[in-house]
């Protein structure tokens, strides 16, 4: 059982920068493939972005890319998601989650095993 906790979320005004982390208490991440997802209210969860194992591939959602970036330590202990240029539609519970397997698509819920407990990022106007 891998038992992910997040960190780092808050609260930060339109423009502002964020850097949201991921661990696994007394483990490394080195095995699996990495994915940040976000939930706001009323609506689904929707991918972020996600990391391979060897963190040579990233894949972003359209709505994040170039001012996301998830990133991996060189210990492979954490995964990072560095957020900037935020906006109030970027207010949400930001969740990391873990796969076993490389194959699916790393936008794709069901491809993770294990999640964390999410961490709240809001953006005022």
């Known amino acids: 059982q891998v038992q992910l906790v997040e960190s780092g979320g808050g609260l930060v005004q339109a423009g502002g920068s964020l850097r949201l982390s991921c661990e696994a208490s007394?483990?490394?991440?080195?095995?699996?493939?990495m994915g940040w997802f976000r939930q706001a209210p009323g609506k689904e969860r929707e991918f972020v972005a996600a990391i391979s194992r060897s963190g040579s591939t990233t894949e972003y959602a359209d709505s994040v890319k170039g001012r996301f970036t998830i990133s991996r330590d060189n210990a492979k202990i954490a995964v990072n998601l560095q957020m900037n240029s935020l906006n109030p539609e970027d207010t949400a519970v930001y969740y990391c989650?873990?796969?076993?397997?490389?194959?699916?698509?790393?936008?794709?819920?069901?491809?993770?095993?294990?999640w964390g407990q999410g961490t709240q990022v809001t953006v005022s106007s």
């Open positions: 989650a873990a796969a076993e397997t490389p194959y699916g698509g790393s936008w794709f819920v069901g491809k993770y095993d294990y």
């Open positions: 007394g483990r490394t991440l080195s095995r699996y493939d």
